[in-house]
């Protein structure tokens, strides 16, 4: 490769990624939409009096832990979920999402956004992005929330 032409095509890289940050795809929940990383490790056990809620399928409990919070669902007799309840709409905010009356959707109260306790996913905006949800592992007796 010639000298004139390799220097061109760095010149070329350099150029792309300076303009990159131009053409970043942003959307209305940038750029404080990035739920904060924390270390969650708990286990609880559902046969315990405070985890009654959790024994059948449907059930749900609010749980201490997590960057705002935590939500643990249990989706069917061998599965569970578990989201931050740190709503992902202007996550500076630091708004909570809570069970509705329908037990079927979580809503952050400060913007209206509505989410599917299913998946954490978005059913009604200005949010767009889903709830984070944390690993879950279930032997039966303990739920082990851990990442």
């Known amino acids: ?12 890289i350099a150029l792309v990624l300076f303009a990159l940050p131009f053409f970043s795809k942003c959307n209305k929940d940038s750029p404080n939409n990035v739920i904060p990383n924390v270390y969650v490790d708990v286990q609880i056990n559902i046969n315990e009096p405070s985890s009654f809620n959790l024994q059948p399928i449907g059930g749900w409990i609010y749980y201490n832990g997590g960057s705002n919070g935590l ?7 061998d599965e569970f979920r578990c989201y931050d309840r740190h709503s992902t709409y202007k996550v500076s905010d630091w708004c909570q999402v809570q069970v509705n009356s329908t037990g079927f959707t979580l809503v952050d109260s400060c913007s209206g956004s509505q989410f599917s306790i299913f998946d954490g996913s978005v059913t009604k905006a200005p949010a767009s992005i889903p709830l984070k949800q944390y690993p879950v592992v279930f032997d039966g007796t303990f739920i082990t929330i851990r990442n």
């Open 71 to 77: 939500l643990i669902y249990r989706a069917n007799t």
């Open 1 to 12: 490769m010639k000298y004139s032409t390799m220097k061109f095509n760095v010149f070329k």
